[in-house]
């Protein structure tokens, strides 16, 4: 069964930074594009950054080296850093794999002083 399974968020301060793990079942990651989303409060689900089965990585509109999306292949996994935490970044953040048209249910993240 392909599955997605987000983990990872967190009560945070700004300034924090913050791991995301998603791990997918019943199908190789490493073989697909893979993508973050998030959704905020009252916000429409965006995109966030997408790796690609050949091993790139793509950011949407935020500053450079704010995110970082990886994998493990080993693992199944992949991975969202988000580094020095604002409060917008508080939403909640799926996993996603367009070509399966796969979501995980989300990983609550909220950045609160």
């Known amino acids: 069964q392909v599955q997605l399974v987000e983990s990872g968020g967190a009560l945070a301060q700004p300034g924090d930074s913050l791991k995301l793990s998603c791990v997918a079942s019943?199908?190789?990651?490493?073989?697909?594009?893979m993508a973050w989303w998030r959704q905020a409060p009252g916000n429409e689900r965006e995109p966030v950054a997408t790796?690609?089965?050949?091993?790139?990585?793509y950011y949407s509109h935020s500053p450079k080296g704010h995110f970082t999306i990886s994998r493990d292949a080993a693992l199944n996994t992949l991975y969202l850093e988000i580094h020095n935490l604002r409060p917008n970044d508080t939403a909640v953040y799926y996993c996603?794999?367009?070509?399966?048209?796969?979501w995980g249910r989300g990983t609550q993240d909220t950045v609160s002083s």
């Open positions: 996603h794999c367009p070509t399966l048209n796969r």
């Open positions: 019943g199908f190789s990651l490493s073989n697909y594009v």
């Open positions: 790796f690609t089965d050949t091993g790139r990585a």
